[in-house]
């Protein structure tokens, strides 16, 4: 599944819920020339601040900050829908400003993705403040998707439901085929680092909720559905960013 992350504004999703389409969110992992990254954040800082400050395409940007893509930058804009996402910025001066810029310092392995949002399985109850995301990104095995989301999925969303309803999260799954392990990713906000400290009591509130014996029996379809799974943690480069770190609740039924 590929590098995900949510930024969640009201008027995209009004948009998606008027046309009947899921909101997409885009990812896109840079590689900076290491002996250009101050021209390269001062770049992107102002580009963003000049073409994707707010709306459906304002941009936030993210330092990677564990795993093999510890360093890299991870843009994220959204969320839009398939029919919406035309009307990006794309002008001249749009294309001169980026190619003048950003381009130039980036290296040859961008890494785009489309993450579609399931917003009945995320929780977004609050407006909060971006600051820190853990991405737990998983590869589903060819043609068990179904069988992924049914037994895995929606019953881990019931566990937080239950059990955490103040954590905030959003699931995602990638809108394209790839070969790279990246199909699915659950998003997880927090502020300070603490958090990845915290007990974990998972395969306790599971039994809690699915009763005595479960576990056992999810972890054998996690197994059967999935090849293997990591996680990196996001820094928000405010900086860097256009749009602003508040994220604003919104209901679903």
């Given at each position: 599944?590929?590098k995900?992350?949510?930024?969640?504004?009201?008027?995209?999703?009004?948009?998606?819920s008027?046309t009947?389409?899921?909101p997409?969110?885009?990812?896109?992992m840079?590689?900076?020339?290491?002996e250009?990254?101050?021209?390269?954040?001062?770049?992107?800082?102002?580009?963003?601040?000049k073409?994707?400050?707010?709306?459906?395409?304002?941009?936030?940007?993210?330092?990677?900050?564990?795993?093999?893509?510890?360093?890299?930058?991870?843009?994220?804009m959204?969320?839009?829908?398939w029919?919406?996402?035309?009307?990006?910025?794309?002008?001249?001066?749009?294309?001169?400003?980026?190619?003048?810029n950003?381009?130039k310092?980036?290296?040859?392995?961008?890494?785009?993705?489309?993450?579609?949002?399931?917003?009945?399985?995320?929780?977004?109850?609050?407006?909060?403040?971006?600051?820190k995301?853990?991405?737990?990104?998983?590869?589903?095995?060819?043609f068990?998707?179904?069988?992924?989301?049914?037994?895995?999925?929606?019953?881990v969303?019931?566990?937080?439901?239950?059990?955490?309803?103040d954590?905030?999260?959003?699931?995602?799954?990638?809108?394209?085929?790839?070969?790279?392990?990246?199909?699915?990713?659950?998003?997880?906000?927090?502020?300070?680092?603490?958090?990845?400290?915290?007990?974990?009591?998972?395969a306790?509130?599971?039994?809690?909720?699915?009763?005595?014996?479960?576990?056992?029996?999810?972890?054998?379809?996690?197994?059967?559905?999935?090849?293997g799974d990591r996680t990196?943690?996001?820094q928000l480069?405010?900086?860097?960013?256009?749009?602003?770190?508040?994220?604003?609740a919104?209901?679903?039924q």
């Amino acid at each position: 599944m590929k590098k995900l992350l949510c930024t969640l504004l009201m008027m995209p999703f009004l948009l998606a819920s008027q046309t009947n389409e899921s909101p997409i969110i885009e990812n896109v992992m840079l590689t900076v020339n290491p002996e250009k990254i101050m021209e390269f954040e001062a770049g992107i800082a102002a580009h963003n601040k000049k073409f994707h400050a707010e709306g459906p395409y304002g941009a936030r940007v993210y330092s990677v900050v564990n795993g093999k893509n510890a360093g890299k930058y991870m843009l994220i804009m959204g969320p839009f829908t398939w029919s919406t996402i035309d009307s990006r910025p794309s002008g001249q001066d749009h294309t001169d400003d980026n190619n003048k810029n950003i381009n130039k310092y980036l290296m040859p392995d961008v890494d785009v993705n489309y993450m579609k949002m399931h917003p009945e399985l995320s929780n977004f109850s609050k407006d909060f403040e971006i600051d820190k995301v853990s991405v737990f990104m998983i590869d589903v095995k060819r043609f068990k998707q179904g069988d992924f989301i049914e037994k895995v999925v929606k019953k881990v969303a019931k566990v937080y439901k239950e059990k955490m309803p103040d954590q905030l999260y959003g699931v995602y799954s990638n809108e394209m085929n790839n070969m790279d392990g990246m199909d699915f990713g659950w998003v997880e906000f927090f502020e300070g680092s603490s958090w990845l400290g915290k007990e974990d009591k998972f395969a306790q509130y599971f039994e809690e909720v699915h009763g005595s014996g479960s576990f056992e029996k999810f972890i054998a379809d996690v197994e059967a559905t999935t090849d293997g799974d990591r996680t990196e943690i996001w820094q928000l480069r405010k900086d860097l960013s256009g749009s602003s770190a508040t994220v604003k609740a919104i209901a679903r039924q």
